[in-house]
C-alpha cells in the first residue's frame, strides 16, 4: 500500500529540484526565484522560503506573487504583524483586491483584534457583495462578539452564496447552540458532516448537541463511528468515555478514561488529570468495584481538591454505610469550601444515615437558601416529611416547591405522587395517577413501587404484587431490594387492615419486619402499627 505522507514528500522534493534546476537556466527571474520559495514553503522550510521570496522582492520591490507568499509564510509563523505590514503594503498598490482585505481579517483575527477584523470584512463585502467567505467570518466575529441574531444573519447570506460550505453550517449550529436551540443546531451539524464526512469540529459539536438534549445513544454510535480515524483526539475520547458512561457502559467509559490519562495532553494538565480519575471512580462504581472507586476518588483528590470529586467520594462511602469515613470527608471538604451548596446536601444526608433528623433537615434548608434550584433538598426533606414526621401536608408543599425549579425532576415527581396517595383523599389519588402515568413507561425502582401503591389504593391487589415485585427485580442494590420488597408487605398489611382482615395484615407485617435495612424507617412504622392496632 502507498504511503500518503511519503508521496507528498516525494512530490515537494521533486517540485524543489525542479524549480531550482530551472533557476540556474533564469537566474534574476522574480517568477522563477518565487517558484523556489514556494517550493520550500509547501514543504515547511521556512527559513529557505524566506531568502527566496526576499531575493525575488529585491529584484522587483513590487512582486505581487512573492509579497503575498512571504505574507502568508509570516501568517503561518503566527508572526501576525509582519503578515499585516506587507498585506497593507500590498492593499496600498492593489486596493481593489479583494483576496488582500480577506487575508487582512484573517490576520486580524488571528491576533484578537475582532473589531478591525470586521472593520476590514465589512469593508469587503460592500465591494464584493457575493463573497460568501466574508460573511462566513463576519458571523463567526459577531458569534465572538455575542451578537448571536447577526452571526445567524450573516452566516445565512453565507449560505444562500455558496449552498455547500460546510463550515458556514457549522458556525450556524454553533449560533442555535448557543440559543439552546438544538434542534437547528442538530441541523446544521449534519448538513455540514453531509459536505464534509471527516469535519471534526462539526462532528464533536454534533454529539455535544446530542448531550444537551440527553441523546446519550446516539452521541456513542457517531463517536464510535470515528474513534479508529481520531484515537488521537482527546476530545473524542472524552466525549466516549461520557456517552459510555451515560448509556452504562462502564467497561467502555473505563477503556477510554485510562487511554485519555495517557495522552499529552491530560499528562501535564493536574486538573484534567483530577477529572478523568473522578470518572474512571464513578465507572467502577456502579461496576460495584469499590476497592478501584476509592483508589481513583483519592487519587483525583491528592491532584486537585475538587469539591464535586470530594461529594462524590462522600456518597460512595455513605452508599457502603462507611460513615465515619464519609463524616471525616465531610469534616474536610466543609472546611475547603465552606459556601458550596452542594456539600450542605452532603451534611444533610449524613445526619439522616446517623438518623439525626432535625440537623438533617435544617443542612437541607440551608442547602436550599444557598441555591433554590437544587433538586436532591426538595427530595430529601421531602422523604424526612412524609415518612419521619408524617407532615403530609408539607411534604406535598416541600415537592411542590422543588418542581417550580425542577419541573421533569422524576424524583420530585414521584415523591409528590407517594405523598398524595398516602393521604388517602380521592382527589389527591386522582391527582397522583395523572402525574404517574406521564411515566408509565420509564423503569425505574421508585415510579414502579409507587404505581404499585397507586394500585393498591384502586384495589387492584395483584397488579400493585406486580409492580412492586418488578420494582425490586430491576436494581443490582441489594439494600435497595429489601427496601422496596418490605415496603410492598407494609403497604399490604396496611390494605388488608383497612379491608379488616386483621389475620391476613398481622402476617404480612410479621413477614416486614424479617426483612433488614439500614434505616429501619419502614420497621419502626410496623411495629408502631402493630402496638396500636393489635
Same mark, same amino acid.
Given at each position: 500500500?502507498?504511503?500518503?505522507?511519503?508521496? !507528498?514528500?516525494?512530490?515537494?522534493?521533486?517540485?524543489?529540484?525542479?524549480?531550482?534546476?530551472?533557476?540556474?537556466?533564469?537566474?534574476?527571474?522574480?517568477?522563477?526565484?518565487?517558484?523556489?520559495? *514556494?517550493?520550500?514553503?509547501?514543504?515547511?522550510?521556512?527559513?529557505?522560503?524566506?531568502?527566496?521570496?526576499?531575493?525575488?522582492?529585491?529584484?522587483?520591490?513590487?512582486?505581487?506573487?512573492?509579497?503575498?507568499?512571504?505574507?502568508?509564510?509570516?501568517?503561518?509563523?503566527?508572526?501576525?504583524?509582519?503578515?499585516?505590514?506587507?498585506?497593507?503594503?500590498?492593499?496600498?498598490?492593489?486596493?481593489?483586491?479583494?483576496?488582500?482585505?480577506?487575508?487582512?481579517?484573517?490576520?486580524?483575527?488571528?491576533?484578537?483584534?475582532?473589531? #478591525?477584523?470586521?472593520?476590514?470584512? %465589512? &469593508?469587503?463585502?460592500?465591494?464584493?457583495?457575493?463573497?460568501?467567505?466574508?460573511?462566513?467570518?463576519?458571523?463567526?466575529?459577531?458569534?465572538?462578539?455575542?451578537?448571536?441574531?447577526?452571526?445567524?444573519?450573516?452566516?445565512?447570506?453565507?449560505?444562500?452564496?455558496?449552498?455547500?460550505?460546510?463550515?458556514?453550517?457549522?458556525?450556524?449550529?454553533?449560533?442555535?447552540?448557543?440559543?439552546?436551540?438544538?434542534?437547528?443546531?442538530?441541523?446544521?451539524?449534519?448538513?455540514?458532516?453531509?459536505?464534509?464526512?471527516?469535519?471534526?469540529?462539526?462532528?464533536?459539536? %454534533?454529539?455535544?448537541?446530542?448531550?444537551?438534549?440527553?441523546?446519550?445513544?446516539?452521541?456513542?454510535?457517531?463517536?464510535?463511528?470515528?474513534?479508529?480515524?481520531?484515537?488521537?483526539?482527546?476530545?473524542?475520547?472524552?466525549?466516549?468515555?461520557?456517552?459510555?458512561?451515560?448509556?452504562?457502559?462502564?467497561?467502555?467509559?473505563? #477503556?477510554?478514561?485510562? #487511554? %485519555?490519562?495517557?495522552?499529552?495532553?491530560?499528562?501535564?494538565?493536574?486538573?484534567?488529570?483530577?477529572?478523568?480519575?473522578?470518572?474512571?471512580?464513578?465507572?467502577?462504581?456502579?461496576?460495584?468495584?469499590?476497592?478501584? $472507586?476509592?483508589?481513583?476518588?483519592?487519587?483525583?483528590?491528592?491532584?486537585?481538591?475538587?469539591?464535586?470529586?470530594?461529594?462524590?467520594?462522600?456518597?460512595?462511602?455513605?452508599?457502603?454505610?462507611?460513615?465515619?469515613?464519609?463524616? $471525616?470527608?465531610?469534616?474536610?471538604?466543609?472546611?475547603?469550601?465552606?459556601?458550596?451548596?452542594? /456539600? /450542605?446536601?452532603?451534611?444533610?444526608?449524613? @445526619?439522616?444515615?446517623?438518623?439525626?433528623?432535625?440537623?438533617?433537615?435544617?443542612?437541607?434548608?440551608?442547602?436550599?437558601?444557598?441555591?433554590? $434550584?437544587?433538586?436532591?433538598?426538595?427530595?430529601?426533606?421531602?422523604?424526612?416529611?412524609?415518612?419521619?414526621?408524617?407532615?403530609?401536608?408539607?411534604?406535598?408543599?416541600?415537592?411542590?416547591?422543588?418542581?417550580?425549579?425542577?419541573?421533569?425532576?422524576?424524583? *420530585?415527581?414521584?415523591?409528590?405522587?407517594?405523598?398524595?396517595?398516602? $393521604?388517602?383523599?380521592?382527589?389527591?389519588?386522582?391527582?397522583?395517577?395523572?402525574?404517574? &402515568?406521564?411515566?408509565?413507561?420509564?423503569?425505574?425502582?421508585?415510579? %414502579?413501587?409507587?404505581?404499585?401503591? *397507586?394500585?393498591?389504593?384502586?384495589?387492584?391487589?395483584?397488579?400493585?404484587?406486580? /409492580?412492586?415485585?418488578?420494582?425490586?427485580?430491576?436494581? #443490582? &442494590?441489594?439494600?435497595?431490594?429489601?427496601?422496596?420488597?418490605?415496603?410492598?408487605?407494609?403497604?399490604?398489611?396496611?390494605?388488608?387492615?383497612?379491608?379488616?382482615?386483621?389475620?391476613?395484615?398481622?402476617?404480612?407485617?410479621?413477614?416486614?419486619?424479617?426483612?433488614? !435495612?439500614?434505616?429501619?424507617?419502614?420497621?419502626?412504622?410496623?411495629?408502631?402499627?402493630?402496638? !396500636?392496632? @393489635?
Amino acid at each position: 500500500m502507498k504511503n500518503p505522507a511519503a508521496e !507528498t514528500a516525494g512530490c515537494n522534493s521533486y517540485k524543489i529540484n525542479y524549480s531550482l534546476k530551472r533557476l540556474n537556466r533564469f537566474k534574476e527571474n522574480p517568477n522563477v526565484i518565487n517558484n523556489v520559495g *514556494l517550493a520550500f514553503l509547501n514543504r515547511g522550510n521556512y527559513e529557505k522560503a524566506q531568502k527566496y521570496f526576499n531575493k525575488a522582492i529585491a529584484l522587483q520591490p513590487l512582486f505581487y506573487p512573492s509579497l503575498a507568499n512571504l505574507a502568508k509564510l509570516y501568517y503561518y509563523q503566527k508572526q501576525y504583524d509582519e503578515a499585516l505590514k506587507i498585506y497593507k503594503e500590498i492593499k496600498e498598490y492593489f486596493p481593489e483586491d479583494i483576496k488582500v482585505l480577506q487575508n487582512i481579517s484573517h490576520a486580524l483575527l488571528r491576533k484578537g483584534d475582532i473589531d #478591525k477584523a470586521l472593520e476590514t470584512l %465589512l &469593508d469587503l463585502v460592500r465591494k464584493d457583495n457575493k463573497n460568501a467567505s466574508a460573511y462566513n467570518n463576519i458571523g463567526v466575529i459577531y458569534i465572538l462578539k455575542g451578537n448571536i441574531d447577526r452571526a445567524i444573519n450573516s452566516l445565512r447570506k453565507s449560505l444562500m452564496l455558496n449552498a455547500n460550505f460546510a463550515n458556514a453550517y457549522n458556525n450556524l449550529g454553533a449560533c442555535y447552540s448557543l440559543k439552546k436551540d438544538h434542534k437547528r443546531a442538530i441541523t446544521s451539524y449534519l448538513s455540514a458532516i453531509a459536505l464534509n464526512r471527516n469535519f471534526i469540529y462539526a462532528i464533536k459539536n %454534533l454529539a455535544r448537541s446530542y448531550q444537551e438534549i440527553e441523546e446519550h445513544e446516539k452521541v456513542f454510535e457517531l463517536i464510535n463511528k470515528y474513534i479508529n480515524q481520531y484515537n488521537s483526539e482527546s476530545d473524542f475520547l472524552d466525549i466516549l468515555a461520557y456517552s459510555s458512561y451515560k448509556t452504562k457502559k462502564y467497561h467502555q467509559a473505563i #477503556k477510554s478514561l485510562k #487511554k %485519555l490519562i495517557d495522552m499529552p495532553a491530560t499528562s501535564n494538565n493536574i486538573v484534567g488529570k483530577a477529572r478523568i480519575y473522578n470518572n474512571m471512580a464513578a465507572s467502577y462504581r456502579q461496576l460495584g468495584e469499590m476497592h478501584e $472507586t476509592f483508589h481513583y476518588y483519592l487519587e483525583s483528590i491528592s491532584l486537585h481538591k475538587y469539591p464535586l470529586t470530594y461529594n462524590n467520594f462522600f456518597n460512595a462511602l455513605l452508599k457502603e454505610n462507611k460513615l465515619l469515613e464519609a463524616k $471525616t470527608i465531610i469534616s474536610e471538604t466543609r472546611q475547603l469550601f465552606p459556601d458550596n451548596c452542594d /456539600l /450542605l446536601v452532603s451534611e444533610g444526608k449524613l @445526619f439522616h444515615a446517623f438518623k439525626d433528623y432535625d440537623n438533617a433537615s435544617m443542612s437541607l434548608r440551608k442547602a436550599m437558601q444557598c441555591n433554590s $434550584t437544587l433538586a436532591t433538598p426538595y427530595i430529601l426533606l421531602n422523604h424526612i416529611t412524609t415518612e419521619i414526621n408524617k407532615d403530609l401536608p408539607e411534604a406535598i408543599r416541600i415537592a411542590q416547591e422543588g418542581l417550580k425549579y425542577n419541573p421533569r425532576d422524576i424524583a *420530585l415527581i414521584n415523591n409528590l405522587a407517594y405523598a398524595l396517595l398516602l $393521604t388517602d383523599d380521592k382527589n389527591n389519588i386522582h391527582e397522583a395517577h395523572k402525574l404517574l &402515568d406521564r411515566f408509565d413507561s420509564i423503569e425505574d425502582v421508585y415510579l %414502579l413501587a409507587t404505581r404499585g401503591l *397507586l394500585f393498591l389504593k384502586e384495589n387492584n391487589v395483584h397488579e400493585a404484587e406486580r /409492580l412492586y415485585n418488578r420494582a425490586g427485580s430491576i436494581t #443490582k &442494590d441489594k439494600e435497595l431490594q429489601h427496601r422496596v420488597k418490605q415496603k410492598k408487605l407494609l403497604e399490604l398489611g396496611k390494605y388488608f387492615l383497612n379491608k379488616k382482615e386483621e389475620r391476613k395484615a398481622y402476617n404480612y407485617f410479621q413477614k416486614a419486619l424479617k426483612i433488614k !435495612t439500614r434505616d429501619e424507617i419502614f420497621s419502626d412504622q410496623i411495629k408502631e402499627l402493630l402496638d !396500636t392496632k @393489635f
